[in-house]
């Protein structure tokens, strides 16, 4: 059933949240705004921590999630009927994952500041730090559900031949797609405004694009 997965869903969406709260510090994009509010570090919330907290209330919010995440996941999907091995596999992908995105997050920071290492394959290099920073994240919100389809696949219709999944081939899915969406995401960093977030971050930060 739907709900037995429910906690791989919020578990994931614990993460991206995550994510996007660290994204809009100071330290790396910089940006006051996120779908036209203010994003956590800049937020004023009715509570008794003075301003000039709130970034690190932001650090602290982020990696507060990434531990409940974790937890949920972990806990959760076992709780629902999952085997500890089918968990712990989802939760070993996830990791990697995360690990990735750090890679691929200070790649795009220092090609920032230092400029590109391969400036005769500028593009390949664009595409590497999209997939290291976007397109492991979407790789993980394909990976994760094979992982469990796959470890209930005995219970599902004979017509669906789930242990045919190739995870290798939802991988390069990822892959793409996270290109493609870096790049309609720098095309609209132009127009910013209109979408919720600062216009013309990327120029701000010297964001290679």
Known sequence: ELKNVLPLACGMEYLHTSSLILDDLPAQDNSDLRRGRPTLHKAVIDDDIPENLCEGRAQLAAVDLIAISMSVINHDLVKNGFSPECVNQVVTEISLSMHDLCIGQMM??????????????????LDHIAWFKTGKAIEIVLITPAILAMSFSSSLSSSVNVQS???????????????LFQMRDDLLDVEGENIGKPAALDVKNNTVT
């Open 165 to 179: 999944i190739n995870l290798n081939s939802i991988r390069e899915l990822g892959r793409l797609m996270g290109i």
């Open 108 to 125: 795009d920071l220092r090609a920032a500041h230092m400029g590109m290492e391969r400036k005769n394959e500028l593009l390949d290099e």
